[in-house]
């Protein structure tokens, strides 16, 4: 069964009751320990991929040598038969065919090296993809954990703080009232604001030449005349 | 990232929050750590925030099952879906009989992506229970 499926299984099935873990830490701890163990042969394929890439190409090198000293050779052998030299000839077409035999041989080496570095390759990207996958469903099952931990963690506090949980409804008419007994302060702090201030009798009395009135140059030169003449 | 850290922050904001609100935290003390915010002016609606090996859950609850008029529980859940996209950053989901929505975040997160992020869940709920308050009794 998939973790999902059991996750989905064990929530139905009630044992989201507070306090209740989903999958016992044991079962957690067993996987914790499966995905360590595949990260472990996942850096074991990769150092013995390493190892036979190295070998691959020592015997890539190997082939091209014994390929360009067969060549070599068998020019050696139409000089020797150019002077009639047919003993010479022989000995150089021997020598050619030991090389022959040793260049199958590493070919054989080198396509075995190149079948392994392959299958390696291939184990390596699979066991990538199932740490990643492992990873994965780990975190479905702490996260599915986690929750319940603090859900429950949750409910106590609210049980023993004695706080009564409201309905959505009522939450939702408090915050609203609120919202609105603060609108209502700041549009009666404004109207205060246009009353108080500078605000309205100032103004009529103002306007019916009562009260002080606006300094203007002309009553500033009469006071100034008024002082000069006095003194 | 950890609970302690992300109430220290939001502590110290005070007046200074990008979002023009200001929170209030409260750890709560379980098997795991929980922290839970309140913004000021809406206390009935708090956030639950943990935080996990690779993330951030970010909480609130919305309304129990009892709440939900019977003859309405199947077209809510259908509203729910359809709104699960469009919502921004947050999901609906149900935890033991309490319908909830929340937003996940990567434990990388800035302190700013998490205090965006609790001020739209904040707004989110608001806007869910006013909006589907036709299916609750």
């Not at chain 1, 996942?42 to 190295?54: E, S």
């Not at chain 1, 990538?128 to 603090?150: D, G, I, W, Y």
């Not at chain 1, 201030?197 to 009469?222: F, H, P, R, T």
């Amino acid at each position: 069964m998939s973790i999902f499926k059991k996750i989905m299984t064990a929530i139905r099935g009630g044992a989201s009751e507070v306090g209740e873990s989903i999958i016992d830490s044991n079962a957690t701890r067993i996987f914790e320990q499966e995905i360590r163990d595949v990260e472990n042969h996942l850096t074991k394929a990769k150092r013995d991929l390493t190892g036979v890439m190295a070998e691959q190409m020592a015997a890539n090198r190997e082939v091209d040598r014994l390929k360009r000293e067969i060549i070599e050779h068998e020019g050696y052998v139409a000089q020797a038969l150019d002077k009639g030299d047919e003993t010479l000839a022989l000995a150089v077409a021997e020598k050619i065919a030991a090389l022959e035999s040793e260049l199958a041989a590493q070919q054989q080496a080198f396509e075995s090296f190149q079948g392994s570095a392959n299958r390696l390759k291939d184990l390596v990207k699979k066991s990538e993809r199932q740490v990643a996958e492992h990873k994965r469903q780990l975190s479905m099952v702490k996260t599915t954990e986690s929750v319940q931990k603090a859900t429950s963690a949750i409910t106590d506090n609210f049980s023993s703080s004695n706080s009564k949980l409201l309905s959505a409804k009522d939450s939702l008419e408090r915050i609203k009232a609120k919202q609105q007994k603060f609108d209502d302060r700041m549009k009666a702090a404004e109207v205060l604001e246009a009353e108080n201030g500078d605000g309205a009798l100032e103004a009529q009395l103002k306007a019916a030449g009562i009260g002080a009135q606006n300094a203007s140059a002309n009553s500033v030169l009469d006071r100034l005349k008024a002082k000069q003449n006095k003194a | 990232m950890n609970i302690h850290k992300i109430a220290n922050h939001l502590n110290t904001l005070a007046d200074d929050s990008e979002t023009g609100m200001t929170f209030d935290c409260q750890p709560i003390s379980g098997e795991v750590d929980v922290l839970q915010i309140t913004i000021l002016g809406r206390e009935e609606l708090p956030l639950f925030v943990s935080v996990t090996d690779d993330q951030i859950l970010c909480i609130t609850y919305l309304w129990g099952e009892d709440e939900v008029k019977p003859e309405c529980i199947s077209s809510m859940q259908v509203s729910m879906l359809e709104m699960n996209i469009p919502m921004p950053l947050s999901s609906f989901s149900k935890i033991g009989d309490k319908y909830v929505v929340f937003g996940a975040l990567s434990i990388s997160s800035t302190f700013d992506d998490i205090e965006h992020e609790l001020t739209v869940l904040n707004n989110n709920a608001l806007e869910v229970i006013d909006d589907m308050s036709e299916y609750l009794l």
